[in-house]
């Protein structure tokens, strides 16, 4: 009998099999024209929704079924959570990606502490022993203006964010592999420089996210300029924008559908960083809130130049979309599965054919 999760899968369209334990022999057709881009695994966060508990071979999400599914695409890489694995499965997984001229680079959450140094350090050595020479970290968890109500609240999230990196450094310089910090809606250019700036480590850059850093009233081109010289990956994403009474609504959309420079983006990463590796995170989701008129958004911000608030919202009304910006939450499960899935092929064909990835 088929189960529900086979169901919903088999109603979006014939998705990947491969994380079903499908032998590699029944993949069907050849994967599309290759492509450079990556994918990275929160492009998807709608379809493990339709897994069931403890299914088969890890899951969507585990490495070597994302790469597989990845491979079907057509992507050049990916970047997925690699956790802590024996030296039969890394070597598998980076045999792999080697067979198919992918990349692979890594995300990883920083140590809290000293005692969690020693499982970072693990996972850091799973990465590198899966070929990933890149992992992806994040500093301050969640959005400034939504998780902190003061000043205060966020100087300390961001004096624990410099110990965790601070802690983190000597792991990736003795491994030999670069840890990039995402613009993760949580430090603005001026920050985040001075923070590397005074760590100053070859191991210690940017993951740059293209769209991210407009909820903090950052140009998204010139943030591009900024990080490019210490970036080690990409996140290439698309923004559409559109104004709501509090603020603005920012919503991700597939690559060359919103208001982003992508051509110029591309072209000032690659000649500051040659070796650089981009990858689509294709968030599928509702337009998120940014609160930009409210009190509580100002409480971490109250520095920020009026002008970079008038410079925004002048983007947004100029640029803003004449029609409702793409929600998905109202959709059957099915339905926002082959949405989700469509939204990153979408991205690898703009990458291919119009941004030479």
């Not at 990039?180 to 480590?201: C, F, G, T």
């Not at 300029?225 to 009474?245: C, F, M, N, S, T």
């Not at 998120?288 to 971490?300: D, F, I, S």
């Not at 029609?323 to 599965?337: D, G, K, Y």
Request: with cysteine; glycine share 8%.
């Amino acid at each position: 009998m088929i189960n529900r999760r086979e169901m919903i899968l088999s109603a979006a369209g014939g998705l990947s099999t491969c994380w079903l334990g499908a032998p590699e022999r029944l993949f069907g057709s050849p994967p599309p024209k290759k492509v450079r881009l990556g994918v990275c695994i929160h492009s998807y966060m709608i379809r493990p929704s339709a897994e069931e508990p403890g299914g088969k071979a890890g899951g969507f999400a585990d490495p070597l079924n994302f790469l597989e599914h990845c491979h079907r695409l057509g992507a050049g890489g990916v970047q997925v959570g690699l956790g802590t694995r024996d030296e039969t499965y890394t070597s598998r997984l980076c045999r792999r990606a080697e067979s198919y001229g992918m990349f692979v680079e890594g995300t990883a959450g920083l140590p809290g502490d000293r005692a969690g140094v020693e499982r970072f350090e693990a996972q850091v050595r799973t990465a590198k022993r899966a070929g990933a020479k890149v992992i992806r970290v994040v500093m301050i968890p969640g959005r400034r203006y939504e998780t902190f109500d003061s000043a205060e609240q966020f100087r300390r999230a961001a004096e624990r964010g410099r110990r965790s990196v601070e802690l983190a450094e000597p792991v990736a310089a003795r491994e030999r592999v670069r840890l990039a910090i995402e613009n993760h809606k949580d430090q603005r250019v001026p920050e985040r420089l001075d923070l590397l700036k005074r760590i100053s480590s070859e191991y210690i850059g940017v993951c740059l996210d293209t769209g991210n850093s407009i909820a903090l009233l950052e140009d998204p081109m010139e943030v591009v300029r900024a990080y490019a010289p210490w970036a080690y990956a990409v996140h290439l994403k698309d923004q559409a924008v559109g104004e709501y009474e509090d603020g603005f609504l920012l919503g991700d959309v597939p690559l060359g559908e919103g208001i982003l420079n992508l051509p110029e983006m591309v072209r000032v990463l690659r000649q500051a960083r040659p070796e650089i590796r981009f990858t689509t995170e294709m968030h599928t989701r509702d337009p998120l809130r940014v609160p930009c008129l409210t009190e509580k958004y100002w409480a971490t911000l109250a520095d920020v130049p009026g002008r970079d608030l008038a410079r925004t919202m002048r983007m947004v009304r100029t640029h803003g979309a004449k029609r409702p910006l793409p929600r998905v939450s109202h959709l059957p499960l099915n339905e926002q599965i082959q949405r989700e899935e469509e939204n990153v092929k979408k991205c690898l064909s703009f990458a291919r054919d119009r941004l030479r990835l």
